[in-house]
Structures are given as structure tokens and as C-alpha cells.
């Protein structure tokens, strides 16, 4: 099998034993913005806690979560953990859509891809894995997703060397599956409960939906 066909066949393993992951769980673009920044190194139920307690506080909207001064931001995502550099990348990307866009997703969202990427990666803070969750999943746009449980699952399966970088996995990834929002949308959520699951940092191999391809013979299950 080449890589594209081991990794399509990757995807239909996942999508066969997961089923489709329907993400992100956000009610709007705004929130997958705010939940993108906050789920960075923790689990979803620490961001639930987080957004819910910036809901509460009726903070839940670009320009007054703006305002909110860093100390009561911090507080408000204290559950989502590193809650002081939380809040300051949070603050950082709300400065970039306060002044360049008035607060407006709508704004936001007319900006092409290239530029919006671009903007994105400029906020301090912001690596390219949030700023394409946001491109992806608060925006549609074609773009993939990669992890620290792509990476893994990959090497492990020896798409990749241990070298690849962030752009390099994506481009291997684009490039072998179909263009298709809803395609990129599961995959990168698929890899995650995979990696949530099975592929942790010593592999639960046996039982796993992708335990019928090769892979490095040295890790241990
Ligand atoms: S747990 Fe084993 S079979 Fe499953 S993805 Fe990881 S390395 Fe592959």
C-alpha cells in the first residue's frame, strides 16, 4: 500500500469503528475561536467548565470579553488550566478582532484563506494546530488539523520520520485524501479519540481499528 492509500485506509478504519464525531462542540464560531485557545494542552471538560463560567458572567462576545480585564479573564478560565498565558493569548487574538475587524465574525469570515491564516499566525500565541482549528472549524476552510496524536500515530505507522514538521504531515495528509470540509473535519477528530483511546504514549495496540496495518516494530502494546 502507498502512503495516500494507508492513510485513506486509516480514515474509513477510524470512520468505520468511530462513526462521525460531529465536531466542534461550539454553538458558534465564536466559541470555537474562544475553545480553540482554552483546549490547548487539556481536556474538553476542563474547557466546558471555562466557557461555561464565561457564559454565566454573560462575557460571551468578542467586544466584552475584549474589555474584561486580564485578572477576571484568568479567573473565569481558571479550569481550563495555564489560565494566566490562556488569557493573555485569548486577550492577544480578541486585540486582533477588536481593532482590525470591529468584534465582527462576519467581518472575519470574508477574509480569504491566505490572509486569514496569515493574521491568525501574527497573533502572539497563536500556533498554526489553533489557527487551523479556527480556519477549520469556526470558519470552513480547507484546511487540515495535525497533533501531537497525528504526528504519533503516524510515525508510529511510518508515514512520517521523526523529523516531519507541522506543515510537512499536513501536506502529506491534504494531499492523500479527498478535498472535502466535512473530510478534514472528521479525520483530525477521528485521530484524536484514536489517540484518546489506543495510540497513548505506550500503545493499546491490540484491539485497536488500526492494528491490521504495519507499523515500527519497537513500540511496545
Ligand atoms: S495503538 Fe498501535 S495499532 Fe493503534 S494507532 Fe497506535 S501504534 Fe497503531
Not at 103 to 109: D, L, P, Q, V
Request: overall charge neutral; charged content about 25%.
Amino acid at each position: 500500500m502507498s502512503s495516500s492509500e494507508t492513510i485513506r485506509n486509516i480514515y474509513l478504519s477510524l470512520y468505520k469503528t468511530y462513526g462521525g464525531r460531529n465536531w466542534w462542540p461550539a454553538i458558534d464560531a465564536f466559541e470555537v475561536i474562544v475553545g480553540a485557545v482554552l483546549t490547548q494542552n487539556t481536556n474538553w471538560k476542563n474547557v466546558e467548565k471555562a466557557i461555561s463560567n464565561l457564559k454565566n458572567a454573560k462575557v460571551m462576545e468578542p467586544l466584552k470579553l475584549y474589555e474584561l480585564p486580564l485578572e477576571s479573564l484568568a479567573e473565569l478560565i481558571r479550569p481550563a488550566g495555564y489560565y494566566n498565558i490562556k488569557a493573555k493569548r485569548l486577550k492577544n487574538l480578541l486585540e486582533w478582532m477588536v481593532k482590525e475587524y470591529g468584534g465582527s465574525i462576519e467581518g472575519i469570515a470574508k477574509l480569504p484563506d491566505w490572509q486569514l491564516r496569515q493574521e491568525l499566525l501574527a497573533v502572539k500565541g497563536i500556533g498554526p494546530e489553533t489557527a487551523d482549528s479556527i480556519m477549520l472549524y469556526a470558519f470552513n476552510r480547507l484546511i487540515f488539523v495535525v497533533d501531537a496524536y497525528t504526528a504519533r500515530i503516524f510515525g508510529r505507522h511510518m508515514l512520517i520520520d521523526e523529523y516531519a514538521d507541522y506543515h510537512q504531515i499536513q501536506e502529506l495528509i491534504q494531499s492523500s485524501i479527498e478535498p472535502d470540509i466535512n473530510v478534514y473535519n472528521e479525520f483530525h477528530a477521528l485521530i484524536v479519540e484514536l489517540g484518546k483511546s489506543h495510540c497513548k504514549p505506550r500503545p493499546k495496540c491490540s484491539g485497536c481499528p488500526l492494528e491490521h496495518l504495519p507499523r515500527q516494530l519497537d513500540i511496545t502494546s
